[in-house]
């Protein structure tokens, strides 16, 4: 009877710290303890977005208690949400503010709050905050917050109402029972339209930064930063002059976010070293973007008549395009197939008009028109062919 109540005991014992185990938050912590883990990003880091920054760099002062702000009567904000498409650098700059800050940094995602018992995402964000607020001033960032946040009785899938719970508990906690305790709620997401208009209202996420993607003075200002530690020549030409090849990477990457541009020299640096070059040059770069826009290359075409015809008429089109008014210039012309193309010519993006697919299909299709590939050879000697 005794070793039953024991053994019950235990068991209950067990079950309970189970569930405290549960309900344990699970984000990272950065710049807390003895440990003191550095999320190794800083400010310097995040190009192009000055103006972003500066602002982001004011409310940490107001979070780290500036006598100038305190003399003011200014109020920090609760919340800072940091919306636009994805690899804009949101994780990237609250990342920033932990690096350059050492304020304490609980790096979550909304996703792992949700977990398929109830009660368990309420639990963890309860406990987020606690932890949170005993090492204020603090941080806690919510990466892809719409996971938790979306607008309720949107879903009615069974962790709906799960996931429900857990974005009262984060309402709750950021409405704050005392205003200035010091922890600043830093949130980030691709889908702000999802969110529920509560987690918008002033006292939440009072400040809403848009990151969209980049100008090509901001490209190339990222494209520095990522350079850094490349061969990449850095000298200019009549044009520029410095860093000829990037500001042309810039020109030619329009639509790309900052995620795009460092992949970008990533794989370029690959093929760098594949190919056994001693630099990055921009030919490098180009079979990086028609990797990424066309897909990777197929075999070589073996040679035949009608691969001579097909580079023949590639280039009379390459030449009609360049002597044609309007359109803009001619950056590069390939026979080398390549996902669902077997040729192509390729224009500078220069008038965002002309960087839509559908413009470039135009175009081509005029081109083609105007030069089918069954057209009669130029007669011999009418130029000279590269092959
Ligand atoms: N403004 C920027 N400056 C420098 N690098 C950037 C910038 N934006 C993005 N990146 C690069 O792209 C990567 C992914 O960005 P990330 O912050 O994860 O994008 P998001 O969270 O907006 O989807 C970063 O780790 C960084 O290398
Ligand atoms: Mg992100």
Redesign the pocket.
């Known amino acids: 009877m005794l070793a039953t109540v024991k053994i019950l005991l235990t068991r209950w014992e067990w079950l309970q710290e189970l569930a405290e185990e549960f309900g344990r938050h699970r984000a990272k912590e950065f710049n807390v303890g003895v440990e003191r883990k550095d999320t190794g990003v800083r400010y310097e880091?995040?190009?192009?977005?000055d103006s972003i920054k500066a602002d982001i760099e004011e409310v940490m002062k107001m979070i780290l208690g500036a006598e100038e702000y305190q003399a003011m009567g200014a109020r920090a904000p609760r919340g800072i949400l940091l919306e636009?498409p994805?690899?804009?650098?949101?994780?990237?700059?609250a990342k920033a503010m932990a690096g350059s800050s050492n304020v304490a940094f609980f790096s979550a995602n909304g996703s792992e709050f949700v977990e398929m018992f109830e009660g368990v995402a309420a639990a963890r964000i309860r406990d987020l905050f606690r932890v949170a607020r005993k090492h204020a001033p603090a941080i806690v960032f919510v990466d892809e917050i719409d996971a938790i946040g979306k607008a309720r009785g949107r879903g009615n899938d069974s962790g709906s109402k799960e996931r429900e719970q857990g974005l009262l508990q984060l309402l709750y906690e950021m409405d704050g029972f005392e205003a200035n305790d010091g922890v600043l709620v830093v949130g980030?997401t691709?889908r702000v339209a999802l969110l529920d208009d509560a987690l918008l209202r002033k006292g939440r996420f009072d400040m809403v930064i848009y990151?969209g993607r980049p100008s090509t003075s901001n490209r190339f200002k990222?494209l520095e930063?990522?350079a850094k530690d490349k061969p990449i020549p850095r000298e200019g030409d009549s044009v520029w002059e410095s860093d000829a090849l990037l500001h042309r990477v810039a020109e030619l990457t329009i639509g790309y976010?900052?995620?795009d541009l460092?992949n970008l020299l990533n794989e370029a640096a690959i093929l760098m070293v594949r190919k056994d070059a001693q630099a990055i040059d921009m030919s490098l770069i180009q079979e990086a973007m028609d990797k990424r826009s066309l897909g990777l290359p197929s075999a070589r075409l073996p040679d035949s008549e009608a691969k001579t015809r097909m580079a023949t008429v590639q280039a009379a089109r390459a030449v009609a395009t360049a002597l044609t008014p309007g359109l803009p210039p001619l950056v590069h012309c390939s026979i080398q197939p390549r996902g669902g193309h077997m040729s192509r010519i390729i224009f500078l993006p220069q008038v965002p008009a002309f960087s839509s697919p559908h413009t470039y299909y135009f175009i081509n299709n005029v081109i083609n028109n105007v030069l089918p590939m069954d057209s009669p050879m130029p007669a011999p000697g009418a130029y000279q062919m590269n092959s």
């Open positions: 880091d995040v190009a192009g977005i636009g994805p690899g804009t650098g949101k994780t990237y700059l980030a691709n990151m990222i930063v990522h976010a900052g995620a460092a």
